[in-house]
């Protein structure tokens, strides 16, 4: 049973470009939540998805958006980046069961130059 | 969202007992204390999770007192494999696998051979 899976695991951007990351939930999950984490620092709650709608965010701007598809995996897209950006982007997966453990992925380091 | 205080950090030697504790006074009726543990470069995991007295796994003991204002965390005899940063979390409400995690800076614990 495949826990968690996110990918690139490593990428390089460009102040102001775009980048997409990606999330597989783990099987028999249909939660997959957003965490960004800085060096150093806690993990930071991006956003939320189930049934492919976003259904909370954290304190993120707009340049930050995602999305769920039917199979449950889910993408988040940073728009216009910039160098404050640069962290370990973290992927959890869970279902709405009451007491459900929350898994994560190992997550996706991006570095913005 | 009830905020939690920890130590930054604490050193331990391999094979004696480490206890993190966390304080949370504003901690609500229906709220869950959880434990996860991050290695570097890695997601974190969950290690632990009760609501009052003490809960015992594989891993570790949670020892809740009565008025919950604060938490204990305790490691059995550590190995240099448990050096990691540990994060106290308290639940927003009702612990479904739907709420969104508030991770304060965690407590990095360093074992020495």
């Known amino acids: 049973d495949a826990g968690v899976t996110q990918s690139p695991t490593h990428l390089i951007k460009t102040r102001g470009q775009q980048v997409t990351l990606r999330c597989s939930p783990k099987?028999?999950?249909?939660?997959v939540s957003w965490y960004q984490q800085a060096l150093g620092q806690g993990p930071q709650f991006i956003f939320q998805?189930?049934?492919?709608?976003?259904?909370q965010r954290g304190n993120f701007p707009d340049r930050f958006s995602g999305h769920q598809f039917p199979n449950y995996s889910s993408e988040l897209n940073v728009n216009a980046l910039l160098l404050g950006d640069s962290a370990l982007y973290l992927c959890a997966s869970s279902s709405g069961v009451t007491g459900n453990t929350i898994y994560f992925g190992e997550g996706s380091w991006l570095t913005v130059v | 969202l009830a905020k939690t205080t920890q130590p930054i950090s604490m050193d331990s030697y391999e094979g004696q007992e480490v206890n993190i504790t966390c304080s949370h006074n504003?901690?609500?009726?229906?709220?869950?204390i959880t434990w996860y543990q991050q290695f570097p470069s890695q997601g974190p995991r969950f290690i632990i999770q009760?609501?009052?007295t003490k809960v015992t796994n594989e891993v570790a003991s949670l020892f809740i007192p009565a008025d919950r204002k604060s938490s204990t965390l305790s490691l059995p005899r550590v190995s240099l494999s448990d050096t990691a940063v540990y994060y106290c979390?308290?639940?927003?409400?009702?612990?479904?696998?739907?709420?969104?995690?508030?991770f304060g800076s965690g407590t990095r614990l360093q074992v020495q051979p």
């Open positions: 009760g609501y009052k």
């Open positions: 504003n901690i609500a009726t229906n709220d869950y």
């Open positions: 998805y189930y049934e492919e709608e976003e259904r």
């Open positions: 979390l308290v639940g927003d409400g009702l612990d479904t696998g739907r709420r969104a995690l508030t």
């Open positions: 099987s028999g999950h249909d939660t």
